[in-house]
T-cell receptor, first 117, second 110 residues
Framework: GAVVSQHPSWVICKSGTSVKIECRSLDFQATTMFWYRQFPKQSLMLMATSNEGSKATYEQGVEKDKFLINHASLTLSTLTVTSAHPEDSSFYIC?????????????FGPGTRLTVT | AQRVTQPEKLLSVFKGAPVELKCNYSYSGSPELFWYVQYSRQRLQLLLRHISRESIKGFTADLNKGETSFHLKKPFAQEEDSAMYYCAPHRGTNAGKSTFGDGTTLTVKP
């Protein structure tokens, strides 16, 4: 089956620094990747939709200058949390949609736990 | 606006009992509907999709266009079914995104 990886799986950083999270589709090409944020025992909150070769589409209320998304290839999207603050601490999940698939099913990464101290 | 509602945040049943997780959606057109599951300490994964009309791990879901519902059902719940379940309609366009419901945490007690 289609596999999506995320790196790192967890990261601790100091307030004011930037953190980059990678999302890779390992065995398929993904024209579209999604970035979510998940709070404990809560649903996924879509942050942005990332299409290869174009600018990401951010959801309302998500600061695009704070959460930089780059989708440089059909197998890699990155999320950079700039000038991180403790309130950015969360679980970040990416998903990818198979370019060649006939369905709109999403394949999810394992998530990245970000802790900002 | 596209909306999906999972009215039960928590659902608890005993092993062997039937279980139904409710999902109602408000979408224009004919969305493609999915149920995703997240077991403890695991990633989200697809459970089933309505277009394939399949049964996975004993779960089925029927799309009721009249009621705009896509409830997930299983006749005999098992302890290993304890997980978080998300209903996710998708508007059928390539550029579209899936909107996730708030999720239902299912606990199957022994």
């Amino acid at each position: 089956g289609a596999v999506v990886s995320q790196h790192p799986s967890w990261v601790i950083c100091k307030s004011g620094t930037s953190v980059k999270i990678e999302c890779r589709s390992l065995d398929f090409q993904a024209t579209t990747m999604f970035w979510y944020r998940q709070f404990p025992k809560q649903s996924l909150m879509l942050m942005a939709t990332s299409n290869e070769g174009s600018k990401a589409t951010y959801e309302q209320g998500v600061e695009k200058d704070k959460f930089l998304i780059n989708h440089a290839s059909l197998t890699l999207s990155t999320l950079t949390v700039t000038s991180a603050h403790p309130e950015d601490s969360s679980f970040y999940i990416c998903s990818a949609r198979d370019r060649g698939g006939g369905s709109y099913e999403q394949y999810f990464g394992p998530g990245t736990r970000l802790t900002v101290t | 606006a596209q909306r999906v509602t999972q009215p039960e945040k928590l659902l608890s049943v005993f092993k062997g009992a039937p279980v139904e997780l409710k999902c109602n959606y408000s979408y224009s057109g004919s969305p493609e509907l999915f149920w995703y599951v997240q077991y403890s300490r695991q990633r989200l994964q697809l459970l089933l999709r309505h277009i394939s009309r399949e049964s996975i791990k004993g779960f089925t879901a029927d799309l009721n266009k009249g009621e705009t519902s896509f409830h997930l059902k299983k006749p005999f719940a098992q302890e290993e079914d304890s997980a978080m379940y998300y209903c996710a309609p998708h508007r059928g366009t390539n550029a579209g995104k899936s909107t996730f419901g708030d999720g239902t945490t299912l606990t199957v007690k022994p």
